[in-house]
């Protein structure tokens, strides 16, 4: 399989495995998502579907890619079960779908870069003439898409694990900073108690609902992303403690995102918390002023390169995103990993354009469910992700592990997460697999079905 690449090593796969999982997911996602969802109630419940679901989901995956060595569809004929491959399409499609807006978003983040630059931090008060403006920002999210087709075409181990490595760090360092930066503004702690202080009447099914599908979002999971990965990665390495340092690494980062906004929502809002845009606009319209109080040079150079290294973080993760249709196609249609990279981002752009008007620009696409049924008002963006990161990823990770334990066979599926991991038989994930996700599975499952059906 050498032709398809290899990560150079245990460290490269580690840090392009957590470059796909830190990424606007983190930063933007999941800050919205836990505002909107009650604060520490839905941070609670993430957290709980992290380690209890998507933890198993992730060491399905990568056995599952690791044993076959082939892309998210492929993988399914190569252990003889053609017809499971399904569950492959369906990651295909997501990943399809979440590149189409995330890109977007990208955008956004992208032309920040340049608005920090110039000190513009009044932007907040502008930001939906920004994001209505599409021809600037969709050219943003043109560069953005070129940048992550060029880099998938040149092959997953190239100088992406690199870079990774010095600049993942930095922007931990920087977004620390920023916490005990903004801690000291005043009412900071409003934010940090709704942030942490779980609220427990607050918890309802649709909290639930949203906050698993944030947990497979931002681990990157339910759509075979670690399933084409695994397939990149050696026999001797232990699966276990490299989905754990991927697992930790992610929510770490999402949690260090919260305590950063958070004491910056108490802040704008003199400590009420409301009249803060709790949507997709929350990260764009609270960070610029935290730069703008560093002062006008200082914050705009910070400002600046913060916004340059989330940029970062969302190329590592659109690569990954690309990188599951690409090596489908690659593989199954045996054309060129060069003409793949560009024709799928082709499409995925162009599959983008109703989210990137669904923010001011087209009346429609803003307002896209009023239109197609009569509740709330959603834009396009914000459906996409109901239906791709809050649905489909949750399902595509039950069916993956479904089809682990009964159709491929858990002696199988334990076979290959024991290689490489010393003392398997005796360990607590062998007992977890076996006793715990026969009864966690299905009921999750009902939590799902009863949240589409209802
Ligand atoms: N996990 C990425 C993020 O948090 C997004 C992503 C989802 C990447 C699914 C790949 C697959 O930004």
């Not at 992730?58 to 003889?80: C, P, W, Y």
């Not at 942030?195 to 099914?205: G, I």
């Amino acid at each position: 399989m050498a032709a398809r690449g290899n990560f150079s090593s245990r460290i490269g796969f580690i840090a392009a495995a957590a470059g796909s999982a830190v990424g606007l997911g983190n930063i933007w996602g999941f800050p919205y998502e836990a505002g909107a969802g009650g604060g520490a109630i839905f941070v609670l419940v993430y957290l709980f579907f992290c380690f209890a679901l998507c933890f198993p989901v992730m060491l399905t995956e990568l056995a599952i890619g690791r044993k076959s060595g082939r892309n998210a569809v492929g993988a399914f004929d190569a252990l003889g079960h053609k017809k499971w491959n399904f569950i492959g399409k369906l990651g295909v499609l997501s990943g399809a779908l979440i590149l189409s807006f995330y890109n977007v978003i990208a955008g956004w983040a992208f032309g920040y870069t340049f608005e920090m630059a110039s000190g513009n931090f009044a932007i907040t008060e502008h930001f939906k003439e920004y994001t209505t403006n599409i021809y600037a920002v969709g050219i943003y999210g043109f560069l953005f898409m070129v940048s992550t087709a060029f880099i998938v075409s040149k092959g997953v181990s190239g100088g992406i694990e690199k870079a990774a490595k010095i600049l993942m760090p930095s922007l931990i360092v920087m977004m620390v900073s920023l916490i005990l930066y903004s801690l000291f503004l005043p009412n900071a702690m409003a934010g940090i108690k709704f942030f942490l202080l779980p609220d427990f009447t607050k918890l309802t099914l649709s909290v639930a609902f949203n906050a698993m599908g944030q947990a497979f979002f931002s681990l990157s999971l339910g759509m075979g992303t670690f399933i084409t990965y695994g397939s990149y990665i050696s026999k001797n390495d232990n699966l276990v403690s490299s989905a754990a340092l991927i697992t930790l690494t992610d929510v770490g980062i999402a949690i260090i995102a919260g305590l950063m906004i958070f004491p910056l929502i108490g802040f704008i809002s003199g400590g009420t918390l409301s009249g803060v845009g709790r949507g997709p606009e929350l990260i764009f319209v609270t960070l610029p002023h935290i730069f703008g109080e560093i002062g006008p040079t200082a914050g705009s150079i910070v400002g600046m390169i913060f916004f340059s290294l989330l940029c970062f973080a969302a190329l590592t993760s659109t690569v990954s995103l690309l990188e599951v249709p690409v090596s489908y196609v690659i593989d199954e249609f045996k054309i060129s990993r060069k003409k793949a990279a560009w024709l799928m981002s082709g499409i995925v752009y162009l599959i983008g354009i109703p989210s990137l008007m669904g923010n001011g620009y087209s009346a429609y696409f803003s307002e896209f469910i009023t239109y197609v049924s009569a509740s709330a008002p959603t834009d396009f963006l914000s459906f996409i992700v109901n239906v791709a990161n809050d649905s489909f990823l949750p399902l595509g990770g039950a069916l993956m592990i479904f089809f682990a334990a009964h159709i491929w066979k858990r002696e199988n599926l334990e076979a290959e997460i024991s290689m490489g991991f010393e003392g398997y038989e005796k360990s607590w994930v062998r007992k977890y697999l076996r006793f715990v996700m026969p009864i966690l599975l299905p009921a999750t499952l009902i939590i799902m079905f009863s949240m589409i059906v209802l």
